[in-house]
């Protein structure tokens, strides 16, 4: 890391925790309100089809929020705190070597930014407990009485993470040459090649492809922003994915 004040980007779900936020969140928002699982089996589907249809990811990511039509978005952000304790506790939360990675960029004076395709609800107790500095997300589009419409301004998905990248750059007056960022996916590749010094975590083929010389982070998983981690067995990953 450079000695110059940089910034750090970091994808959130499969970067730095284990699950994928949106989901995990749904599930739990929708048993608070009574659901048996089945609503929450339609949606998945929902979204499943859509993706193996070939739905641009950036469509899959704006039909995922209209399922919050009509929900007002302090009683979202309430819930996510409450997801998140739950989560917490489950003993397989973060990605060590990521986590471990952002605290050394905050040590070391760099700008940290969660970058997600998720919305604040979800993300905003996961920023909360990394001491991240900012966080850049899909928002949704909220009426003057505080309710979300069922759309969003821009899916945090793709080109779109690059572009934010490079206008918080700007923004900030932060030279790229002190510019990281981390991901996991595909869909991650045009926001770490905006960066100077990328790396990624798992074994997308995309990434792996382009990803010679870049970071590679372990799948050692924590129960704690404080925990070492450790690789799970075949049978303890079963029950995180």
């Known amino acids: 890391m450079s000695t110059t004040p940089g910034a750090a980007f970091f994808d959130v779900d499969e970067t730095l925790i284990t699950v994928k936020s949106m989901f995990a969140f749904q599930r739990f928002w929708l048993a608070e309100n009574g659901d048996d699982g089945s609503e929450y089996t339609r949606l998945s589907d929902e979204i499943k089809r859509k993706a193996a249809s070939g739905t641009p990811r950036e469509e899959v990511n704006r039909h995922y929020y209209r ?37 050394a960029h905050r040590n070391s004076g760099d700008t940290t930014v969660l970058l997600s395709g998720s919305f604040a609800a979800a993300i905003a107790p996961v920023a909360d407990a990394l001491g991240a500095d900012h966080i850049i997300a899909t928002t949704p589009v909220v009426d003057d009485q505080g309710v979300l419409t069922g759309e969003v301004t821009q899916p945090m998905i793709g080109t779109a993470k690059a572009t934010a990248v490079t206008d918080f750059l700007r923004e900030h007056g932060i030279a790229h040459e002190n510019s990281y960022g981390y991901g996991d996916h595909a869909s ?37 922003v404080d925990d070492p981690g450790r690789l799970l067995s075949d049978q303890e990953a079963l029950s995180v994915w």
């Not at 009509?70 to 489950?90: C, H, I, K, T």
Request: glycine letters at 10%.
């Open 67 to 103: 399922a919050y039509r009509g929900v007002r978005a302090d009683a979202l952000a309430a819930a996510g705190r409450r997801w998140f304790a739950e989560f917490s506790a489950s003993g397989a939360v973060y990605y060590t070597d990521a986590v471990e990675a952002l605290r």
């Open 188 to 224: 991650d590749l045009p926001f770490l090649r905006a960066v100077a010094h990328p790396g990624f975590r798992g074994d997308d083929a995309v990434l792996s492809a382009h990803g010679h010389g870049w970071i590679h982070f372990s799948d050692r998983v924590g129960a704690s």
